[in-house]
């Protein structure tokens, strides 16, 4: 009789947390999952302590020299050059260029690269753009708070998002999804993200791909100098190939990204009845298919990049804002430049996350379109049956729609 006794407890007690399980969802998601703090204030996430991440922060916003291996073809003395707006970390309005050949079929690389650095510390070495590369494209400089949380979303989560997108569109919206190295872990790939092309998935490959690229200082991890127009600039560099002896200020830059926090949105216009009455417009239209609003991370614990990074708490199960898909589409705004895609990404530009919208005054990859109105009109392709709903709108309703997306 006691032994019955025990095993009749034992399967109330399990039923009984079946039960709350299953008719209590809500307890359980708000258990495992919160909203990600956001803010304009160059305070961490919870991913490092003040001290650090203020000491990331000056790496990343520290001005380089010649002495430090600076160029000898670059586009910045800093991180914080072009990522500043309205905080370390934001966007900015500077651009880079790029520029190649299509022959009818395929994308040809500008000799050196599709990347133009605009300076150089000699005159002699200043790229330029040489005849017969038809393909010239601006691309302007991106925020990079909350990148830390879009790291750890889940690829099958992206991958999922690009598989319904026809269904939600009748076949007329379909996002690309693509598998990019991950260059810390040699053979891992993973979905990109990150960049105009969504060309990086890690944040330790977009630091170390940037310090070269942008500021032509080498690291262990992207150890060979760029060249002048393809050619040698050997002569005018200083220092030894790699600049750096480790990855420590890459490292930085990277811990730096992941502790910050993702933009927040301006709380009093965004509890206007007008702009909540345009997130609904804008969702009825079928904007939000790409610049979907909310995500999930991975769960603390979690490994990433190859086993390189593991999710923290301070970045795992949590939930963000960002208004994007990171996949790639054809909206006519293509800039013609293949990067780390197939030939079938010329046209396609990744969806840009919407947070952090109100904090800029140029749009699109090209920084051309100087109104959201403008910028909106700009899409077509694919997005052509949205934007041809845009047009039919209201004036008061499109004026709802602008006063949404000017909340984020």
Known sequence: MKRFKQIFIAFFILFSFLFIINNEPSIIA????????TGFDNQSNGLTDAATHKKNLEGFAEVEG?????GPVFNSFSCGECHSNPVIGGSSQITELRAGHFDG????????????????????IVEKVLEGNEVRALRLSLSILGDGFIEAIDDAVLLDIAKQQPNLSGGKINGQALWVPIEEAPGVMRIGRFGWKSQQASLLSFSGDAYTNEMGITTPLFPIEN????????????????????????????????????PSRDQQLANTSSALAGETVFNNMGCAICHVSTFKTLPAGFKINGSTFTI??????????????????????????????????RNKIRTVP????????RFMHDGLSLTVNESILRHSGTATSVIDKYRTLSKKQKQQVLTFLNSL
């Open 66 to 70: 010649i002495k430090d291996g600076i």
């Open 105 to 124: 079929q395929k994308f040809i690389e500008h000799p050196g690269g599709s990347l133009i650095q605009s300076r150089a510390i000699d005159a002699s």
């Open 354 to 361: 919407l947070w952090g919208l109100r904090t800029r005054n």
């Open 312 to 345: 923290t708490p301070a970045l795992g199960d949590k939930i963000i804002h960002p208004y994007s898909d990171f996949l790639l589409h054809d909206i006519g705004t293509g800039d013609g430049i293949v990067q780390n895609g197939g030939q079938e990404t």
């Open 30 to 37: 708000q258990q495992t999952a919160t909203e990600a703090s």
């Open 227 to 262: 060249t002048s127009n393809g050619k040698s600039v050997g002569k005018f560099d200083n220092l030894t190939d790699p600049d750096e002896e480790d990855n420590d200020d890459i490292d930085g830059f990277t811990e730096f990204m992941r502790a910050t926090k993702p």
